[in-house]
């Protein structure tokens, strides 16, 4: 499937580092051109560059910050003024917020669903009918792993994936046939700058991280064969039929383990 997409083009939010940046990578090397999509221009300039370097991409870059409202559709709108035809969407923006409910920044975790939905869901509907009648494209949504169940200190985030997840699924069955695939991608712990953002534990950091190149490579593969969603790694798959087992509360209790936020001092008074 993915052959077909060289010399079209392909929108990547998220692009600048992690995930995205690796589908950007990967993308090119089979042939497709990119719309990079993020807040930082100076790393998409620099990835732009690299790319044009080893295999002649043309790349169009535009900076955005999709966690204000409206941003997605000038988004898509500055897209259509440069004559572009979005062939693949990969929605790879997105972040955590990880805090107990008596240090939560409210504002921070409407931003997060901003992005993590609310912008994800605009560039979807935004450009899936193009696709639609065009009866060919794909559309790449990032969900997680934390899709899969309710997840302690980190719930707003957990609900917001599994929001993705089915928000995928449900179009998958819609658009199929119209040769349009939509996929949720569910990666657990993975090594990019994501965790850092999120302030997760020192310890999940490293835990059974898996290499963003390992992912997009599944990823890829999984949309070849028009899945409607992938985990990539076979444990990280078993933990999601593994939360199905349990009851809910036990699920949920157990999660505070593994997501406990590591509860910062108080500074001393000036």
Not at 50 to 65: A, N, Q, V
Not at 164 to 181: N, P
Not at 246 to 252: A, I, L, P
Request: net charge positive.
């Amino acid at each position: 499937m993915i052959d077909a997409y060289a010399e079209r083009w392909a929108l990547i939010t998220g692009a600048s580092s992690g995930i995205g940046k690796k589908f950007a990578q990967k993308l090119a090397s089979r042939g497709m051109h990119l719309v990079l999509a993020a807040r930082r221009q100076d790393l998409m300039r620099q990835l732009a560059d690299d790319l044009f370097t080893r295999h002649g991409t043309k790349c169009e870059i535009i900076e955005t910050d999709l966690s204000k409202p409206g941003q997605a559709k000038q988004l898509v709108d500055e897209i259509g003024s440069r004559n572009i035809t979005i062939e693949l969407l990969v929605n790879s923006a997105g972040f955590a917020v990880v805090a107990d409910i008596e240090s939560i920044d409210a504002d921070r975790v409407q931003q997060m669903l901003q992005l993590n939905v609310s912008a994800l869901t605009d560039l979807t509907y935004r450009l899936l009918p193009g696709m639609l009648e065009r009866r060919h494209g794909a559309i790449i949504n990032i969900a997680s792993l934390a899709g899969f169940q309710p997840v302690a200190y980190m719930g707003s985030y957990a609900a917001s994936k599994a929001y993705v997840l089915h928000f995928s699924e449900a179009l998958w069955s819609e658009a199929r046939d119209y040769g349009v695939t939509v996929m949720a991608l569910c990666p657990g712990v993975t090594r990019t700058p994501f965790f850092e953002v999120a302030e997760v534990p020192a310890w999940l950091k490293k835990r059974r991280a898996q290499d963003p190149e390992v992912v997009v490579r599944k990823a890829l593969k999984a949309l070849e064969k028009r899945r409607q969603y992938i985990v990539p790694g076979w444990k990280n798959y078993l933990t999601s039929l593994a939360v199905r087992l349990g009851s809910r509360k036990t699920v949920v209790t157990e999660s505070m383990k593994y997501f406990r936020p590591k509860r910062k001092k108080n500074k001393p008074d000036d």
